[in-house]
């Protein structure tokens, strides 16, 4: 091989995540739905903290952790430390998941629950060691991409940490402040931290990539990390210490634009863009965004209102809303590609080959988009005028796009190779 | 890269371009040709054939499948000589190097 060349990581580093992520978010559908009168009561209830934690671990993480081993090598121009580890780190985020969610769905506040944060732990730690020894960032100089990666990791850690203390003191009581305090801090470093920060670091590296762009701009990503990390750390210090919310607007503020400087970053790649057509999977992208940034505005109805429906409706616009709208998007501009090249890679230029678009059927994603916007809508204004009927409406849209998604992802991990030899028209399907 | 007609190696460079178009980027559906990926092909050794070229990203996921298609091309057509594969970073690839094709498969 030329040495010019990177290894990809190994295909058992990347697809279990991808495969167990799709199933999850099936399960998370049905979940909702089943649970939908949640949507009308407060978040603190064991049925709302196991859809929060399907939502945040087996769907979103456990979808993250498969995309960043395979694109920590694209970040950091470098090849992954170790896919063994990340295939460790998979059956730890699972097994801890899985007890996580059954422990909250049912409430057995017991060493279940615990085991299953260890257990997330574990995987997160896993998931840190392969990111920061691929940073080699002792040897290399880091860009603030890099930067945006490190931090989320960190973040990431943190978060977990505190969810143990979290359960932990929900079956041995331990702390002397607010439970609901801390489970605040807990949600935000989460969100702001991990989920910001890594989508951040991800899309500023990817959506040049497959746009076909550059921006120059890089001073804007530079403002948009220091705002975004002056606005979590300062609430989480603020709120630890003072136990006071009277900052908070401040530092939702901050964080609001540093989500404003890395759009604006977007948007000038956007507008240096070669590729002129923009994909669906694209416009997953872009609706994401207008949902965070909705979900801003939401979290200032929250400081300024006590009704529960401000928090239901901000924790559907921040999971449902914007991370998974991007997943949805963004799996198919990653998963097809993996496949392809396990397939394909040394065919390539040797016959007629499908080419990556060809593993799914992308007519369903077009569905799926216009799907999503429907159930959106439905779960907005459900949650808005507190109408069951309509929640339930928006959650059945929502086991539909699950379904379009999950059979879209089988169908592309059970892809057999098709050859077609270039100077005729045989086509064979081998295993 | 342009092929000129005074070239001693012409007739195998023109040989290896038509070849190369054959050789397709997975994500944008264009040739590595028309992209302006290909930087150089040096024939000058009889024994080997020094073929300097770039990826649109540095590390990207489908650089092995691009490099295995540029040998799986070039192997055949010049099976007496060494294909040696340079991929380079320098300079780097930018839209101007695209061909009009290229451009107007992209929406331009």
């Not at chain 1, 859809?51 to 979808?63: D, P």
């Not at chain 1, 990791?153 to 702390?175: H, K, S």
């Amino acid at each position: 091989m030329n040495p010019a060349i990177g290894n990809t990581p190994k295909e058992y580093a990347v697809v279990p995540f991808y495969a167990t992520a799709a199933v999850v978010f099936f399960i998370f559908t049905l979940l909702m739905f089943i649970a939908a009168p949640q949507f009308a009561a407060h978040y603190f209830h064991g049925k709302t903290l196991a859809l929060v934690h399907t939502a945040a671990l087996g769907w979103a993480t456990m979808i993250i952790f498969g995309a960043a081993y395979q694109l920590l090598p694209v970040i950091f121009e470098r090849n992954l430390y170790s896919s063994i580890l990340a295939l460790a780190s998979y059956f730890f985020l699972l097994a801890g998941s899985i007890l996580l969610i059954f422990s909250f769905w049912y409430f057995f506040l017991s060493w279940g629950m615990i085991s299953g944060g260890i257990s997330v732990i574990v995987a997160v730690l896993l998931y840190c060691f392969n990111v920061f020894k691929t940073a080699d960032f002792k040897k290399n100089k880091l860009n603030i991409q890099n930067y945006f990666i490190i931090s989320s990791a960190l973040y990431l850690l943190i978060t977990c940490t505190i969810g143990l203390l979290l359960v932990i003191n929900l079956a041995y009581p331990f702390f002397n402040i607010s439970h609901l305090e801390i489970l605040k801090l807990h949600a935000h470093l989460g969100i702001v931290g991990w989920f910001l920060q890594l989508i951040t670091g991800i899309s500023v590296r990817l959506v040049p990539m497959f746009l076909l762009s550059k921006s120059n701009k890089s001073h804007l990503l530079s403002l948009s990390f220091i705002f975004q990390n002056v606005g979590i750390l300062g609430f989480t210090l603020d709120r630890y210490f003072t136990g006071s919310p009277a900052r908070s607007t401040l530092y939702l503020i901050l964080v609001g634009v540093g989500i404003f400087y890395w759009l604006f970053y977007l948007r000038d790649t956007y507008k240096n863009r070669l590729k002129r057509k923009v994909e669906v999977q694209m416009k997953f992208a872009f609706i994401s965004f207008g949902f965070l940034i909705a979900s801003l505005f939401v979290a200032l109805l929250i400081l300024n209102f006590s009704d529960i429906q401000w928090s239901t409706l901000y924790g559907t616009f921040i999971f449902l809303g914007w991370i998974s709208a991007i997943i949805l998007g963004k799996t198919f501009k990653t998963l097809p590609f993996i496949i392809w090249n396990t397939r394909y890679k040394t065919l390539h230029g040797k016959m007629k080959l499908p080419m990556p678009k060809d593993l799914y059927i992308e007519q369903w994603i077009h569905y799926q988009y216009k799907l999503f916007v429907a159930a959106m809508l439905l779960l907005t204004i459900g949650i808005v005028s507190n109408i069951l009927l309509i929640i339930k409406a928006g959650l059945f849209l929502w086991i539909l796009i699950a379904t379009l998604y999950i059979i879209n992802i089988f169908k592309i991990l059970f892809h057999k190779k098709q050859l077609t030899d270039g100077t005729s028209n045989n086509r064979s399907t081998l295993p | 890269m342009e092929l000129q007609i005074t070239d001693p190696h012409y007739r195998e460079k023109s040989q290896a371009l038509t070849a190369l178009h054959g050789v397709i980027d997975p994500e944008l559906y264009i040739n590595i040709v028309d992209l302006g990926l290909v930087y150089d092909l040096d024939f000058s050794n009889p024994e080997e054939i020094i073929l300097t070229m770039t990826l649109t990203t540095p590390h990207c996921p489908l650089e092995e499948a691009i490099s295995n298609g540029v040998e799986n091309v070039m192997t055949p057509l010049f099976p007496d000589r060494k294909l040696n594969l340079n991929i380079v970073w320098e300079p780097e690839w930018n839209m101007s190097m695209m061909s009009d094709e290229a451009r107007e498969q992209l929406g331009f």
